[in-house]
């Protein structure tokens, strides 16, 4: 999006190569069965405890959790506007594994082979991520997954607030600005 909207050949290079950039470091990172990634990584897709700079309280840079559930999110738009071949391939490799779970059965954490880590969280944290993902797989898992979406009744500033940008993703609503 950036790049459509800058107007110097070099700022147009920059922005287009950090998004191919971006799918170099989400192949590095993922988990080469289940595509999850983890929650934060270096430039070479090496995690770090505590986290990122200035967030020394979290202690969870490995996993996919709070921060990696919305990778999905994200991923699935880059698809749905630009229809990015990379993003296909990685929502379609996340989305094959959440079937294996039964996206009634997800929870919000995970080590990056699938293992559970910690209670399981049925949440539209990381329900509405998968829910958007499967946009990219098929009508019927799109359809079964934003079901699940609607159904799940987690309340809160965070959940709320993914609630209504993986729901704006869900019925085609989040849209490019100004039809760019």
Not at 29 to 34: A, F, L, Y
Not at 81 to 98: H, I, M, P, R, S
Not at 111 to 117: I, N, R, S
């Amino acid at each position: 999006m950036f790049a459509q909207v800058v107007s110097s050949p070099s700022d147009i290079a920059f922005w287009n190569q950090l998004a191919d950039d971006s799918y170099t470091l989400i192949e590095v990172m993922d988990n080469d069965t289940t595509g999850l990634v983890p929650n934060w990584a270096d430039m070479d897709g090496n995690t770090a405890e505590p986290g990122p700079l200035g967030c020394s309280w979290y202690d969870e840079a490995h996993i996919y959790g709070a921060d990696a559930n919305r990778t999905p999110w994200r991923i699935a738009v880059d698809y749905l506007w630009w229809g990015t071949a990379d993003a296909d391939a990685w929502l379609d490799k996340l989305t094959a594994w959440v079937l294996t779970q039964g996206i009634e059965n997800v929870g919000r954490k995970y080590e990056l082979d699938g293992t559970v880590f910690g209670p399981i969280d049925h949440s539209v944290i990381s329900i509405g991520g998968f829910a958007d993902a499967a946009m990219a797989y098929d009508q019927a898992t799109a359809d079964a997954f934003g079901a699940e979406l609607a159904s799940v009744d987690d309340h809160g500033y965070f959940p709320d607030s993914l609630r209504v940008l993986y729901m704006l993703v869900a019925a085609g609503q989040f849209t490019t600005c100004g039809g760019l």
